[in-house]
């Protein structure tokens, strides 16, 4: 039995170093398994000390692979329920504070609370990075003079591009972009002389917005010192000199401002691409069958008031009541499926999938919605499904309440068409 504890034990101290291996060389999925077995290993043979530092470990596989959540769970064991906070509980709570600032929702509260702790208990636990996050937490949660006094002592290390990369996010919370673009750009340099897990997409998205708040700054602030230059000349002859040179000047560097604001309100033209598409797409079915049969809600506009739809279709002259049937075959019998197939394949299932959604919807329902889907006016539906327009109105009001209330993922289109 003492054998087989043992060799447990070195299987579970191998499958350690062997995660701590995969994390130098940032093979991070390798890292989560070789750590996860380390701790199943001690776990089974009840060896609560390493069991403790093998989920420290997989604590900080967990955050290199973005699974915060059993992340912080994990560091919450390390230290949780201990009276003295010896070294590794220590090393937990930073961990956990670390893993909280790094979210995609930071929780900077409870990281500074924790940052605190440790600073009181032990501040050497805090590498650079930590010190970093701390001064982050601060920042953000108000403490401003604390947290410069901690910069100072930041600004005087060596920095690594981790490091540049938070002293870049301190300098945003800031609101100094000058000094933030200068730190992504450093961390960008630092980035491709050392190992480091950052990715070139993060430095290049967020270089080039402060690259972009940058220029537009200091030619905002040229502008105005031009505008004050020109209000202290006193001299006729050089404030018409120097107006044409600032209307020359002026020109560039409203062409600048125009291409910066134009790069910005692209991004805000993607994300509202899709509406505008579904518009485009109304406006089509509109344009095709209203021009089709709006001149038959017309037609028969002054029947439908008195009841005679009847009588209307028993006075149109033989060849239009031959093409008016061929139409009305399609678009009028609920067990004809051609018109609404068409409506289906062109609006990309729109008709099949409102039928799954609501399968509570008769075949009526299924096609007075295909008709002001289509685009069609009120009195052509009322003409085509022999309905007032006071029912027309009723039955729209139902069916967008019904709509409406459901969680159907394509709601707002449907509402937006009908």
């Given amino acids: 039995m003492a054998e ?34 380390a701790a199943e290993v001690f776990q089974s043979t009840g060896n609560s000390s390493r069991l403790r530092l093998a989920n420290y470990n997989l604590a900080r596989a967990y955050w290199n692979n973005s699974n915060y959540k059993k992340a912080d769970s994990l560091c919450l064991t390390v230290y949780s329920g201990r009276p003295d906070l010896d070294s590794l509980s220590l090393q937990a709570m930073t961990l956990h504070a670390d893993i909280l600032t790094d979210q995609s929702i930071p929780n900077y ?9 440790i600073f009181q208990a032990n501040w050497d636990v805090l590498s650079n990075e930590s010190y970093c996050r701390y001064a982050l937490c601060l920042i953000n949660t108000g403490n401003i003079n604390k947290a410069d006094k901690l910069i100072e002592t930041i600004d005087t290390w060596a920095p690594s591009a981790n490091v540049l990369y938070l002293r870049a996010k301190i300098a945003q919370a800031k609101k100094d972009d000058g000094k933030a673009l200068q730190a992504l750009s450093s961390a960008y340099y630092a980035m491709n002389l050392e190992n480091t897990s950052l990715a070139p997409s993060i430095f290049k998205t967020e270089c080039d917005y402060y690259q972009q708040a940058a220029e537009l700054s200091n030619q905002e602030a040229r502008v105005l010192r031009i505008r004050g230059w020109f209000l202290l000349t006193g001299v006729f002859l050089l404030i018409c000199l120097g107006t044409l040179l600032f209307l020359h000047y002026r020109q560039k560097q409203q062409q600048q401002i125009d291409r910066l604001i134009t790069a910005a309100e692209e991004s805000r033209r993607m994300l509202s691409e899709q509406t505008r598409g579904s518009n485009s797409f109304r406006q089509l079915f509109a344009a ?51 018109f609404e197939r068409r409506i289906d ?31 069609f006016e009120s009195s052509t539906i ?30 707002a289109v449907i509402l937006d068409l009908i």
């Fill in 4 to 37: 087989s504890l043992g060799d447990s034990l070195y299987l579970g101290m191998a499958h350690l170093y062997e995660g701590i291996l995969y994390r130098k060389t940032q093979n991070f999925l390798e890292e989560l398994d070789a750590f996860r077995k």
């Fill in 109 to 117: 509260v409870k990281a500074r609370d924790l940052y605190d702790k």
């Fill in 345 to 375: 394949r062109d609006l990309n299932g729109i008709i099949s999938r409102i039928r799954i959604a609501f399968p509570q919807f008769r075949e009526q329902d299924i096609r007075f919605l295909t008709y002001l889907i289509a685009g």
């Fill in 288 to 338: 095709q069958y209203q021009s089709q049969f709006a001149a038959i809600g017309r037609l028969a506009e002054p029947f439908i008031s008195d009841g005679r739809v009847g009588e209307f279709k028993v006075r149109a002259s033989k060849a239009y009541s031959e093409q008016l049937d061929t139409i009305l075959s399609e678009i009028t019998h609920v067990h004809n499926k051609d």
């Fill in 382 to 411: 009322a003409f085509l499904m022999d309905l007032s327009k006071g029912n027309i109105r009723i039955r729209k009001y139902r069916l967008r309440r019904a709509i409406e209330a459901s969680d159907f993922a394509d709601k």
